[in-house]
Nanobody
Framework: QVQLLESGGGSVQPGGSLSLSCVAS????????MAWYRQAPGMQRVLVAH???????NYATSVAGRFSISRDNSKNTVYLQMNSLKPEDTAVYYC????????WGQGTQVTVAS
């Protein structure tokens, strides 16, 4: 059974930072592409950042230069470091794994507000 457990969400003021983590089980993590998506109220779920099994990364234009995705294969964990947060970054953030299909975490809320 595949499980993706996210942690690290919360509330922060504009300009602040948060770090999300996602621990995976039930997959061969080292060969899995991983990603973070987000979904704001009333909006579609969209890709935030993606990392291949080889460590290559790509980002949504809206977060490039502010967010950083990384992975630690020894811990089966993918991270999302979010800096210079803006109110428009407010959303539920979902961890995603590509391993013989699509797998999703339960989501973690990130709120950016004064």
């Amino acid at each position: 059974q595949v499980q993706l457990l996210e942690s690290g969400g919360g509330s922060v003021q504009p300009g602040g930072s948060l770090s999300l983590s996602c621990v995976a089980s039930g997959i061969t993590f080292s060969v899995s592409a991983m990603a973070w998506y987000r979904q704001a109220p009333g909006m579609q779920r969209v890709l935030v950042a993606h990392i291949t099994r080889g460590g290559a990364t790509n980002y949504a234009t809206s977060v490039a230069g502010r967010f950083s995705i990384s992975r630690d294969n020894s811990k089966n964990t993918v991270y999302l470091q979010m800096n210079s947060l803006k109110p428009e970054d407010t959303a539920v953030y979902y961890c995603y794994a590509s391993f013989y299909g699509d797998h999703w975490g339960q989501g973690t809320q990130v709120t950016v507000a004064s």
